[in-house]
């Protein structure tokens, strides 16, 4: 007799937008209230700029920009995410918590890259493989799936 063994990841879930988004726990360093970013000319459209972390400066991304979305969603705090020895920071509109989703959820889920313009993907590519790879592994989390994880009882 052959058991299936259901394999749970940890992911730590946001609100962006009007999406909600999870983050690989693995990857993620800390949350924290949004903070004071420094604007340069010229940069991409979905970031916001740099902000000094920990005494570091940190690139800031909007995710809702990232994702195609308005980039002026209410932004209140930020997900500081691992990319070897470096951080980025990933301005959210609010940290929902930590779920545990099962490997045949996670496979269903879209990329967090999935939406967003394959102009901004290709560059994030090229510009940063660490970056890209954390992205890739994130995931959109459509509400239908949220009514999924609550009638199961195993949404935070």
């Known amino acids: 007799m052959t058991s299936s063994i259901a394999l749970f990841s940890p992911f730590l879930i946001c609100r962006s937008g009007v999406q909600s988004c999870g983050f690989p726990l693995e990857h993620v360093a800390e949350t924290m209230r949004a903070l004071p970013v420094e604007v340069f ?3 991409l459209p979905f970031m916001f700029g740099v902000s000094i972390i920990r005494g570091v400066a940190v690139p800031v991304v909007n995710l809702a920009g990232l994702l195609g979305g308005a980039t002026d969603t209410g932004v209140t705090r930020y997900v500081t995410v691992r990319l070897g020895n470096r951080l ?3 301005a959210v509109g609010s940290v929902v918590g ?3 989703l099962a490997a045949d959820v996670i496979d269903g889920l879209p990329p967090l890259l999935g939406e967003a ?3 901004i993907v290709a560059a994030i590519g090229t510009l940063d493989s660490n970056l890209f790879l954390v992205l890739e592994a994130s995931r959109v989390i459509p509400e239908s799936v949220w009514q999924v994880l609550d009638a199961r009882g195993m949404s935070t």
Do not use: N
């Open 98 to 100: 930590v779920s545990q």
């Open 117 to 119: 313009d394959r102009s």
């Open 88 to 90: 980025v920071a990933f």
């Open 41 to 43: 000319p010229d940069m």
